[in-house]
Structure formats: structure tokens, C-alpha cells
């Protein structure tokens, strides 16, 4: 009796919550180095039968070093933000808790951005993500370097953190990857569909990038950041939820 007992509520148990566990992606964009301090992530679910009367929770970044260094997510690189367990339903909302410690690296320099106004601080993302019963849920928060570091130009111009971000879930999301060459040649790689730009990215030192959280139909650019190579472009990538599609070596073709 006592062991059907414990079993019973094991299995209920397992089945109205979920594991979430939320992590940052990106890269440094057109910078050698972001560094962007980040003191947690607040996640709002939906309450009782699907109504959003639930309490948003904040999940505390408990790592030793809060600053996630953009230059060491490139390719399959990744930072947990925080973990934590909710009711089945669904992720309503997701608020970053940024921190002052934030930098930006060009050219050599190091430069301190200030946020561009108080809301930057607490950037909020409405998203729309289900949370089944009895399994873990990545989800990824996207930091759009090119969108969310602005310089405002002039001879006492300064750099603005303005964060854009996207979320995701790699359960209804799939990933392409593949290898830039020569694999010196530091490219910017953009994930469209239709007339949004989905996602940009990076690749690391050995010529690899992977462009995640995308469903469907997608054209992939490639821009290098050498004026000695040609743009490229990719048409009709299908990516499909939990499948990574692979694109193989792309070589970059030098201007005549």
C-alpha cells in the first residue's frame, strides 16, 4: 500500500511540473569582446487552468563570475542564467536583472556602454513557451549584439546598451550549423526569414557557427568582415524542431 502510495504521487508530481533551466547565448558581433553582467532572469508562467494569476519567479544567477563573456558563447558555447521548477502551462514572460558590470572591446579598447535609459536595466521579453509535465526545458535568451550595443557617434561619442533579445525553446526549435573557410576569415552570419532577421552569429577560432532556435524555411548570409572576400548567401535552409541541419564548409570567395 505504502509503495503504491509513493509511486502515485512520484507520478503525479512528475507530471504537473517541469524543469526549467534558462541560459544566455551570443556573440560579440562586429566587437572582439562583450562582457554583460547579468544577476538573474525573472520567469512568469500561467497559473490555474492556463490563467496568468501566477507569481513571477526570479531565478538568482548563482554562478561565481555573473558576467557572461559573449567571446565564449560563439558556436555551441552557453551560460546558465538559473534553474527552476514550475507548474505545467506555460512561459508567459521573461525579465533579465542586468547588472553596472558591462564592457565592450574594439580595436583594443575597452569601453564601459551605459544603459540607455532605467527600463534597459530590466529588459522584458513576452514569449510563448510550453512547459510539459516530467522533463527538463532549455531555454535560451539571445543577446542581438548588433541591435542592443548603440554608439551615438560625434567626438564625445559613447556606447548605449539598449539589450534586444529573442527566447527560445530547443524542444520546438532546430539549429544549423557549419564552417566558414578560411577559417581566419571572422564572418558575420544571419539567419532571414521573410524580412526578419532571426538570428546573427559568429564563429569560433577553428572556422565553426551554429545559428539556433529557427523553425523553417530560413536564407543564411554571410558577410566577412574582410573587404578581400565576397558576401555569400544560402537559400532555402529547412530547419525542423529538435534537428540540427548541417551546411557543411562554405568557402569564401576572394574579390578578383
Known amino acids: 500500500m505504502l509503495l503504491y502510495l509513493n509511486f502515485g504521487c512520484s507520478g503525479t508530481e512528475e507530471r504537473s511540473t517541469a524543469l526549467v533551466n534558462v541560459f544566455l547565448v ?53 551560460y546558465l ?13 521573461l525579465k533579465l536583472s542586468l547588472g553596472d558590470d558591462n564592457y565592450v572591446i574594439l580595436g583594443g579598447d575597452r569601453f564601459v556602454p551605459r544603459f540607455v535609459d ?38 564625445q561619442g559613447e556606447f548605449l546598451l539598449a539589450p534586444d533579445f529573442r527566447a527560445f525553446s530547443s524542444i520546438n526549435t532546430g539549429d544549423i550549423a557549419g564552417i566558414i573557410r578560411p577559417q581566419t576569415q571572422k564572418s558575420l ?17 577553428q572556422g565553426n557557427f551554429l545559428i539556433r532556435g529557427l523553425n523553417g524555411e530560413v536564407t543564411v548570409f554571410i558577410y566577412p568582415f574582410s573587404d578581400s572576400f565576397l558576401p555569400d548567401t544560402v537559400n532555402n535552409v529547412l530547419v525542423e524542431p529538435r534537428q540540427r541541419t548541417q551546411l557543411g564548409e562554405i568557402n569564401l570567395r576572394p574579390i578578383p
Open 26 to 78: 551570443g556573440t560579440p558581433g562586429f566587437f572582439e569582446e562583450v562582457g554583460i553582467e547579468i544577476l538573474g532572469v525573472e520567469v512568469q508562467v500561467t497559473g490555474t487552468r492556463g490563467q496568468d494569476n501566477a507569481e513571477a519567479v526570479f531565478l538568482s544567477n548563482l554562478q561565481a563570475n555573473q558576467q557572461a563573456n559573449l567571446s565564449t558563447l560563439v558556436n555551441t558555447g552557453q
Open 81 to 93: 542564467i538559473g534553474r527552476g521548477e514550475f507548474l505545467v502551462g506555460a512561459i508567459t514572460e
Open 118 to 155: 532605467n527600463a534597459a536595466e530590466n529588459p522584458v521579453m513576452p514569449v510563448s513557451i510550453p512547459l510539459d509535465g516530467g522533463i527538463s526545458h532549455d531555454i535560451f535568451i539571445d543577446f542581438n549584439t548588433l541591435e542592443s550595443i548603440l554608439f551615438t557617434g560625434g567626438t
Open 189 to 205: 552570419i544571419l539567419a532571414i526569414q521573410g524580412l526578419d532577421t532571426l538570428a546573427s552569429t559568429t564563429q569560433n577560432p
